[in-house]
């Protein structure tokens, strides 16, 4: 198991202003003025490429693939993950690619099904995969893993953040990991006084939403209000929340902390107003997707929800006006989530981890593995989701959490 970094919050919590595809090539795009940017040490030499397996890349361009859930309930965050990561392979190809290489991306749908997503993984290495941008949610990620560990491939996941999704040295994240959420938001909703009363609705049934819950409970005691209620429900029990809920309103809680995913978030929203229980809510990056991922909710129900998030639409920054701007024409209009974000500075990422290390195409999946290994503990990346980002051994990223809430039907940085 990987030692986690813990989170800094020692300052406030700074102002952000933040469907899908066939195994579509990147090979043209706009040009990446504005992409995210890099820092690294000494440029490491690339290791000696072994003979391409069957399958394998040629050696002409480097091949990386993406798994993750483009169908299904939990579609909006794979299909935000394929678009943007295919925006930024196409910024890259224009712009030279990699160490001179162009870049070819490969997606593929696991459904949000663990076993789906393996033998996904598994399509992906018969393509010649060199690297793994997924998976994007934390069960298929856990199971992908295992098999990416015993086959020394580098994964890097946008949004797996239970503890287990980065268990080898192979592989790290984008996104915060669970426990590191759950502390967060305690310590949010403590040090901005945000409730006095709080009451937790979660799913322990769910590695992702259990793993955030222990950790804000945990830190909930060093912080100036009492967890008045903590409510559990299940996968075989997620589409009636009146008994939670009417124990949330029962406990006279001012604040619900909500650890779980939109389409869950959609029910417990619309079940509440139909009681007139009407308490601050609060959730974390799995509730990204409550505004446009939902068949039929009425996103007015919505308004007011807080959540961390390590991205927002809104902020002026010129790498985030023109992601949004580019999402937007690619995808009717859209605006991209905090997973899209992800996924962008992840091609972004591995961009910068290759260079680092001197990488060619040529070179084995395990020979890139080993040489990123190292090099994403030299780079510093500022991308959308955080400046001055770098990363430990173990996997984990450093960087800022960010809060926005929904207003007028967007998200608006806290």
């Known amino acids: 198991m990987k030692k986690l970094l813990s989170l800094s919050l020692a300052a406030a ?11 579509d ?33 040629d050696g002409s361009v ?23 990561a295919k925006i930024a392979v196409d910024e890259i190809n224009a712009a030279g690619g990699i160490n001179g290489y162009q870049v070819e991306f490969n997606p593929q749908d696991d459904e949000h099904d663990q076993e789906k997503s393996v033998n996904a993984y598994n399509t992906l290495k018969d393509w010649g995969m060199q690297l793994l941008l997924g998976t994007v949610t934390s069960a298929p990620c856990i199971a992908v893993e295992a098999e990416a560990q015993a086959d020394n491939m580098f994964l890097l996941t946008p949004s797996g953040s239970a503890v287990d999704c980065i268990s080898g040295d192979n592989a790290f994240r984008v996104c915060f990991a669970d426990p590191d959420q759950g502390t967060a938001s305690a310590q949010y909703i403590g040090e901005n006084g945000l409730a006095e009363k709080v009451a937790v609705i979660y799913d322990s049934s769910d590695v992702y939403s259990s793993g955030i819950y222990d950790t804000f409970v945990a830190e909930a005691a060093n912080q100036p209000f009492e967890v008045v209620a903590s409510e559990a429900f299940t996968a075989d029990s997620k589409t009636d929340f009146s008994v939670q809920l009417q124990k949330a309103k029962d406990s006279g809680a001012d604040l619900v902390f909500l650890p779980f995913y939109y389409n869950e978030a959609a029910l417990v929203f619309t079940q509440a107003a139909g009681m007139n229980f009407a308490p601050k809510w609060f959730g974390v990056d799995g509730m990204d997707g409550i505004l446009s991922g939902v068949e039929n909710f009425d996103t007015s129900l919505a308004e007011g929800v807080m959540l961390l998030t390590p991205f927002s639409s809104d902020a002026e920054d010129e790498l985030t006006k023109n992601f949004v701007a580019k999402y937007g024409e690619q995808n009717n209009g859209e605006t991209p989530n905090q997973f899209a974000a992800d996924a962008y500075d992840g091609v972004y990422i591995m961009k910068a981890a290759l260079e680092q ?8 999946a395990s020979d890139i593995c080993d040489a990123l290994k190292t090099a ?3 780079i510093t990346v500022d991308g959308l989701t955080g400046s001055g980002m770098t990363w430990s051994a173990e996997g984990e990223p450093s960087k800022s959490p960010k809060a926005v809430v929904i207003d007028s039907g967007v998200y608006v940085g806290m």
């Open 13 to 23: 919590l700074a102002v952000s202003a933040t469907a899908c595809g066939n195994s």
């Open 357 to 364: 290390a001197g990488c060619t195409p040529d070179m084995s």
């Open 376 to 378: 994403m503990t030299e």
């Open 25 to 57: 090539t990147g090979s043209t795009g706009a040009d990446n003025t504005d992409a995210p940017a890099a820092e690294s040490g000494t440029e490491a030499e690339g290791t000696e490429a072994e003979a391409p397996a069957e399958g394998a890349a």
């Open 62 to 84: 480097f091949k990386i693939g993406a798994i993750g859930p483009t169908t299904g309930a939990a579609s909006a965050y794979g299909t935000a993950v394929m678009n943007a």
